[in-house]
DNA sequence: GATGAATGAGATTTCATTCAT
DNA sequence: AATGAATGAAATCTCATTCAT
């Protein structure tokens, strides 16, 4: 079908914008880049989303669909086991999409701070008016809160049903564990340096299992 | 002095620059911007800092030799006390920077970013090439693992007295908290909405005494 | 029949082409505009016409034929009154077709620019040169001069039958009418402000009478 | 001084881009054709006017002010005449002005569709919003009913001292004698072609001298 | 030392036109 | 005949940097 096939080019396109702006980031990606690494002209690229900044928030958005719907798959799948265990699924799960997923960490981020700068009423920052009116921006808003809730809930399970011991509130555990998952990812530099695997000569794997560690260890913290 | 007036000169620009970057980011600040914040002309911000890179190594220089000199001081008034009351300093102190100093945590990472694509050969970001060739960049290198064996050793210091029961490599619980703080500075979103003091309804104090109370715990923990 | 067919067709862009280059103007136009108002492609709108410069012309063509022919049957219908009657009649149709046809006065003033342009060796205008190829410029070229002398002939019929009394050349008095009107629909702003009836406070029906009457005693001045 | 040089600058940015306009119209220029006539780059242009459409109405306030201008001193000089004396002068200036400065009469009929447009809330005219939105289109709106009253107070004095017999509203034979002058400059071609004076075989000046009669059988005429 | 006018490379975006399907 | 995706030339505008004064 025709859709289809818009679709996918779509998808393509999306694609090649995600590398780009993963590796050298927003600013210093060129439509033309973007253009060449699809094979198409710069006009098709525009054909198909209306501005660098549409552009932008489209992948921002298929990234969000993505984690939700992997979310989704790993609570449907632990619905027989307890709260922890699940939670404990969804932290690896998003420690290895952060890690395999090139930017995908980087474009939540920026997300969560063009929200935060448009309740913001001081902030002019006219350079991300562009990306607050695209249509992708809106409809991220709708969906922005899925993946934060859906954890929570996990946590609140877990919670009831005594598999997690720690009886502060469930979004405080959750803002928790995502600042260390998100430092982490920070530090570790996101994909940009696949072929590393030290960091100050700790082994990253080891590191990251001890930042596995720890997040067990809270969820098992009697306060 | 003329040496003096000089640099009392630098350090405005450096003010205004830090100010901006930190506001708006590094692509979005026009030489102007500064220029005028500091009330000179463009032509005089070019006569103390040959290029735009430039001033923001130079802006990233003073803030490593900031937190170095505060470490310092932290780590010479604690030689009396455990390591691990030393350890805590640095850390309480850490979260307050990154809280109060406009944009510092993002000039570090940063430059963490450019280290490592720079020792990535496969990385062509010409963008940051500029970069890698300021004076202040090569300046930077020179101390820029200071702060990190500054509390390396100090976390030794707390295994070795006792203060501190975890036994895991240093440097792995130095990475680890450095993790944590970074996540909660990303997300918190910086200096960047000094009016808003919760997050998805948590009290952001409350939030960040969890995460420092995560430190303590992880000082502590038998493993 | 084919022909009927294709000929319907044209005249359904030609229509949405003359709504849309006067509303908006030529340059303001987009093909897809047009394209879009009729319902069909991109792509069609070239099957039928060759490049937007010679749908232009073909929409002033049609506008000129339409003039010619009304002109062509009040001339008829006033066979046996005297010239001045005609003439009136001719003056009062000419106003009205400004009024109300949409841009027409525009596209005959375009028209009427190009050829001298075009006669004009100095004019590099090279953005012309598209509309001077067109084949509908030519079937102009043809007919351009045909209202002129229909309407100078009976302004001539008039000064003969001895009912209009002024005896300046009737090219001359063609002419200076010709100015008055198009002054008039100039100034009123053609079509563009539907809802407007007033211009300074002069009620614009008012205005236009009085213009009428201007009309009148110049035909009845005995110099 | 630096404002004299500023301001001399401008003043040759705003003629040749004038000379554009008048010659290729707003749309054809681009601003680098611009910017070569007066032998500087685009950027030197930017520097003195924000955008395309601000340079535009730049030039629109000044012909503005110099018709206004223009106009005071004929006025001024008439004080000791009769009111019709006056007008004809301003009449005879403003012939003269549309047919020796290039284009300014366009300039202010475009402003004045402008303006009727802004008023008119049905037209989402997109591309003069930029031109509504400059800063030289509010000075305009300051000065624009500046030459109409100015002549219509002539017309009054005219009609009070008895000079000028016709006793219809002043304003009314303002609009009238403007679309006539109107229509002559705009079929004449205004300024774009200089080297011809005849149009389909009246000569321009017998033309233009009959045009004038006009003007002065109006302010004569009983009604 | 300081200024700010001038430069020009480079980026985004638009749209008439083409052409494979 | 009709479609609409694809193209690419062209135009606007930005801004780091330079340099004459």
Known sequence: MKVDKRAAKENKILDAAERKFSEIGFQNTRMEDIAKEVEISKGSVYFYF???ENLYMAVTYRAFLFLLQEFDLLVQAGLE???????????????EFCEKQAGYHDLLMNYHN???TNNNTISDHTFSKAMLESNFYQKIREVHNLPLSLVVKEIQRGQQD???RNKQPAILLYLTGWSLIS???LIRGANRQRNQDTLFQVSIPDWRAYIEMMMFRVLDADQ
Not at 82 to 93: H, N, P, R, S
């Open 114 to 116: 063009l929200v935060r």
């Open 183 to 185: 430092g982490f990812t």
């Open 50 to 52: 209306a501005s660098k």
């Open 81 to 95: 086991n307890t709260g922890k265990e699940t939670v404990i699924e969804l932290v690896k799960f998003y420690l």
């Open 162 to 164: 005594g598999s997690i």
